[in-house]
């Protein structure tokens, strides 16, 4: 039994959106994440880092959770940017129950246990005081509370972050959200969202004893890593 995790599947089964036209890393990738996921057991189990299918709705999506619903292990899902079939947690919950979805499960304002580590996490966002609106910063601080409710269920417990937007990036930092790993002794973070040129500029390192990783699909190769054992 192990822990993995892997982000950005951008899964488009029935929706038109192919996710070739972004470059040869992209080049027949539903089937290399089938083959990276092919080295996971039953018993495994996967968080899944947001945009996880183009559907713009949860009947467009169906064929695309069925794929992930397919492959082997328990999933945790978050959301992403690109998650235009989400509603709420609830409804997407009651279609996968109908579905005949029994493998995957939704991080939203709650966390998880591994043994005696706590996943915890949201989608994040990227914001900017002097060039963000009301809006923007709304977003912001939604994801702030749901963020914080998640590390506070997690109690004492060991506490692993996953997000969808990256904390850092080049000179972008989010203070709310490093304040919180600082508050709750977060020390590992995983991160998606960035793909194609932006993966050489992610930030892939230690900040004030969190530990931080880019783990987008096309920048992992399309196979998931391994967090715990």
């Known amino acids: ?17 192919p996710m070739d ?4 890393r992209w080049t027949n990738y539903v089937e290399r994440l089938r ?3 092919s080295a996971l057991s039953a018993q495994d189990v996967t968080v899944l880092a947001g945009d996880l299918s183009w559907g713009m709705g949860l009947e467009e999506s169906g064929a695309d959770f069925d794929f ?14 690109h998650d235009y079939w989400w509603t709420t947690a609830s409804k997407a919950n009651k279609f996968f129950a ?36 009301e809006h923007d910063k709304k977003i912001m601080l939604r994801e702030i509370g749901r963020l914080e409710t998640s590390l506070k269920m997690a ?22 959200i490093l304040e919180l790993f600082r508050a709750y002794g977060v020390r590992r973070c995983y991160y998606g969202h960035l793909h194609g040129k932006s993966i050489a500029w ?6 004030e004893g969190t530990a931080y990783r880019l783990i987008s699909a096309d920048a992992v190769d399309f196979r998931p890593q391994l967090v715990l054992e």
């Open 1 to 17: 039994m192990a822990l993995y995790t892997i982000g950005d599947l951008h899964l488009s089964l029935t929706a038109d959106k």
């Open 21 to 24: 036209v972004f470059g040869e």
């Open 35 to 37: 083959q990276g996921f």
């Open 68 to 81: 992930i619903h397919a492959l082997p292990g328990r999933k945790i899902i978050l959301k992403g940017n």
């Open 98 to 133: 109908a579905r005949g979805i029994d493998s995957i499960e939704i991080l939203h304002n709650n966390c998880f246990f591994y043994g005696d580590t706590a996943i915890c996490g949201t989608r994040g966002w990227f914001y900017e005081e002097e060039r963000g609106g």
């Open 155 to 176: 109690g004492e417990r060991e506490k692993i972050v996953f997000l969808h937007y990256p904390p850092i990036y080049q000179s972008y930092r989010c203070p709310e």
């Open 202 to 207: 992610a930030f892939n390192g230690t900040l």
